[in-house]
């Protein structure tokens, strides 16, 4: 059985840090990329940054580019994203997904993910 676990959300002052870790079983994780995603009420899941399954190149939203870094390691399974200067507009739930390498599409769209966690709130106070 296949099983994402995010933990490390919480609530932070704007400018302060988190660092959220994807903990992954069920699957060798260095055969998946594996994508951060996060969801507001009012808006659709939106791609935050992502690391791909060959040599774990690394990808980023304009919005969090700089300020957030995702790293991967296989050997534990673990795909963490420390985020800094954190924004009020960060404010979200974060998932992480795991999608199967060299399979088609894009590693930005929510839609070609197979596998989700549960989500992590992050919630920045002004």
């Known amino acids: 059985q296949v099983q994402l676990v995010e933990s490390g959300g919480g609530l932070v002052q704007a400018g302060g840090s988190l660092r959220l870790s994807c903990s992954v079983s069920g699957l060798t994780i260095s055969n998946y990329d594996i994508g951060w995603f996060r969801q507001t009420p009012e808006k659709e899941r939106e791609f935050v940054a992502s690391?791909?399954?060959?040599?774990?190149?690394?990808d980023y939203a304009d919005s969090v580019k700089g300020r957030f870094t995702i790293s991967r390691d296989n050997a534990k399974s673990t795909v963490d994203l420390q985020m800094n200067n954190l924004l009020p507009q960060d404010t979200a739930v974060y998932y992480c997904?795991?999608?199967?390498?060299?399979?088609?599409?894009?590693?930005?769209?929510?839609?070609?993910?197979?596998?989700w966690g549960q989500g992590s709130q992050v919630t920045v106070s002004s």
């Open positions: 997904g795991a999608k199967r390498g060299f399979t088609p599409g894009s590693i930005r769209s929510p839609g070609h993910y197979r596998f």
């Open positions: 690391t791909r399954w060959n040599g774990g190149a690394t």
